[in-house]
């Protein structure tokens, strides 16, 4: 019996609406229903603590901590003469680091910005260039 039956038939205390056994049924209906509740909100919170859980093991597990073999580098610059035959490909793949920059071009251009310098500039024998590069000493 829906709602509305129970509110229409207790308006008229019609007595088949309130034997034992629909009292009962009603009942029981209600119970079943507390039921499902009480278990759909323990299926929530449980799985809502099983998440939290996973993400902070997760989280945990990934730090950024440096290991004990980790040596830092320093940036450093240095003076370097431009001979004759030298070009700036030359120059720039003597100096080269792998472990701190994408490419030889982007290294190009850092040295050609540090110089104040176009990519395609010429230079002569004397000249000296500014040139980046990486130690593990501290100087």
Partial sequence: MTNAMYAAA???????FFSKSEV????????????????L??????ATIVLFAIIFMC????????????????KYYTTVMVHS???????????YSE?????LNSYITEICRINRM??????????????PYYSCEYK
């Avoid at 207790?10 to 088949?16: A, C, E, G």
């Avoid at 990934?62 to 580098?73: F, G, I």
């Fill in 59 to 74: 989280s945990s597990f990934s730090s950024d901590a440096q290991s004990d073999m980790y040596k830092p580098e320093f």
């Fill in 41 to 46: 909100t323990t299926t929530i919170i449980i």
């Fill in 118 to 131: 176009n990519t395609d500039s010429i230079l002569n024998a004397g000249e000296s260039l500014i040139v």
């Fill in 85 to 95: 035959g030298d070009s700036l490909w030359s120059i720039a793949s003597d100096h």
């Fill in 10 to 16: 207790s308006l008229y205390n019609d007595p088949r």
């Fill in 24 to 39: 009962r049924i009603r009942a029981n209906k209600v119970r079943r229903q507390r039921i499902f509740q009480l278990q």
């Fill in 99 to 103: 472990d701190h920059y994408d490419d």
